[in-house]
Antibody, heavy 118, light 112 residues
Framework: QVQLVQSGAEVKKPGASVKVSCKAS????????IHWVRQAPGQGLEWMGW????????NYAQNFQGRVTMTRDTSITTVYMELSGLRSDDTAVYYC???????????WGQGILVTVSS | DIVMTQSPDSLAVSLGERATINCKSS????????????LAWYQQKPGQPPRLLIY???TRESGVPDRFSGSGSGTDFTLTISSLQAEDVAVYYC?????????FGQGTKLEI
């Protein structure tokens, strides 16, 4: 069965960087893009971008350009999302999700709470 | 960017009654190449990731009860729950994936 398992919660200071992971299993890793979506406490969903695990190509939302880097390691079917220059308003749950050409996103990771606090 | 606007922001419906949530996009999300609307609906309960209900505006995801249905085309879409059950209490989001950045509506909180 398809699974996306994310790494554990993180606490970071303002200005630091965080790198979180999303391990995929149960399907051909290189066949589907992985998207990242975040949700601040009590707020809605915000799309951050995607990575093509086959080519490594990326597409980032303008809001995160210059601060976000998505990478992958095909040998361990894992995708990473690194966010730099952390601010308090980056405190959020970060989700990875498998995207399809239909727009369908049926599989999500459990989410990672990243807390930015001095 | 395509702006997604949901209405209402919150909704209270009696058990067994119909619930209707609307979603309007600032631009059409209908693809002329395949005549599909790139509009999905998600349900989110506290502490859980979003759950896909509907994609392509009206295609129900496998395992989703048939009381959930989606309709609409172009810029105006609707999610309907035909007979509300207690387990349907959640926040519902629409999302367009026609253009990047993909964008979500602000969410609609559904209560009994």
């Amino acid at each position: 069965q398809v699974q996306l398992v994310q790494s554990g919660a993180e606490v970071k200071k303002p200005g630091a960087s965080v790198k979180v992971s999303c391990k995929a299993s149960g399907y051909t890793f290189t066949a589907y893009y992985i998207h990242w979506v975040r949700q601040a406490p009590g707020q809605g969903l915000e799309w951050m971008g995607w990575i093509n695990p086959d080519s490594g190509g990326t597409n980032y939302a303008q809001n995160f350009q210059g601060r976000v880097t998505m990478t992958r390691d095909t040998s361990i079917t894992t995708v990473y999302m690194e966010l730099s220059g952390l601010r308090s308003d980056d405190t959020a749950v970060y989700y990875c999700t498998r995207g399809e050409n239909t727009g369908r996103k049926a599989y999500w990771g459990q989410g990672i709470l990243v807390t930015v606090s001095s | 960017d395509i702006v997604m606007t949901q209405s209402p922001d919150s909704l209270a419906v009696s058990l067994g009654e119909r619930a209707t949530i609307n979603c309007k996009s600032s631009q059409s999300v209908l693809s002329s190449s395949n005549n599909k609307n790139y509009l999905a609906w998600y349900q989110q309960k506290p502490g859980q990731p979003p759950r896909l209900l509907i994609y392509w505006a009206s295609t129900r995801e496998s395992g989703v009860p048939d009381r959930f249905s989606g309709s609409g085309s172009g810029t105006d879409f609707t999610l309907t729950i035909s007979s509300l059950q207690a387990e349907d209490v959640a926040v519902y989001y629409c999302q367009q994936s026609y253009r990047t950045p993909e964008t979500f509506g602000q969410g609609t909180k559904l209560e009994i």
